[in-house]
């Protein structure tokens, strides 16, 4: 960049925010200078596609052994915390809608990201 290409964008700069009241149209980029960014639609690498089923659903799998763990643990600790030990049992309670949250958002995962890209 040349020095008084410099200087001119200095002032100029200088004059809009002293008083950005002035601005006209012609101060702004021009529509040759817009820049038109790609946005192809998703698709998977050739080969993987079926990996990648695979992987996710371990993944879904995963998730819904845990989930029915996480039960388990809620319904152990309120049985367990039944008598004199009430904190312990409001804490399996508590956590039942944390694990049913879990497994609601592993089960609508892929309708959420769907949305995004479509």
Request: net charge positive; hydrophobic share 45%; glycine share 12%.
């Given at each position: 960049?040349?020095?008084?290409?410099?200087?001119?964008?200095?002032?100029?700069?200088?004059?809009?925010?002293?008083?950005?009241?002035?601005?006209?149209p012609h101060?702004?980029?021009?529509?040759?200078?817009?820049?038109?960014?790609?946005?192809?639609?998703?698709?998977?690498?050739p080969?993987?596609?079926?990996?990648?089923?695979?992987?996710?659903?371990?993944?879904?799998?995963?998730?819904?052994?845990?989930?029915?763990?996480?039960?388990?643990?809620?319904?152990?600790?309120?049985?367990?915390?039944?008598?004199?030990?009430?904190?312990?049992?409001?804490?399996?309670?508590?956590?039942?809608?944390?694990?049913?949250?879990?497994?609601?958002?592993?089960?609508?995962?892929?309708?959420?990201?769907?949305?995004?890209?479509?």
């Amino acid at each position: 960049m040349s020095l008084t290409f410099l200087v001119l964008r200095a002032a100029q700069a200088g004059r809009l925010m002293a008083e950005p009241w002035q601005l006209r149209p012609h101060d702004g980029p021009t529509p040759t200078q817009s820049v038109q960014v790609p946005n192809p639609p998703p698709a998977p690498p050739p080969g993987l596609d079926a990996k990648m089923n695979t992987l996710l659903s371990w993944g879904k799998w995963g998730v819904l052994i845990c989930g029915v763990v996480g039960l388990f643990i809620c319904a152990g600790q309120m049985a367990i915390g039944r008598k004199n030990r009430s904190t312990f049992a409001a804490d399996g309670a508590t956590g039942i809608p944390w694990v049913l949250g879990g497994l609601s958002l592993a089960a609508t995962a892929a309708s959420i990201v769907g949305v995004f890209f479509e």
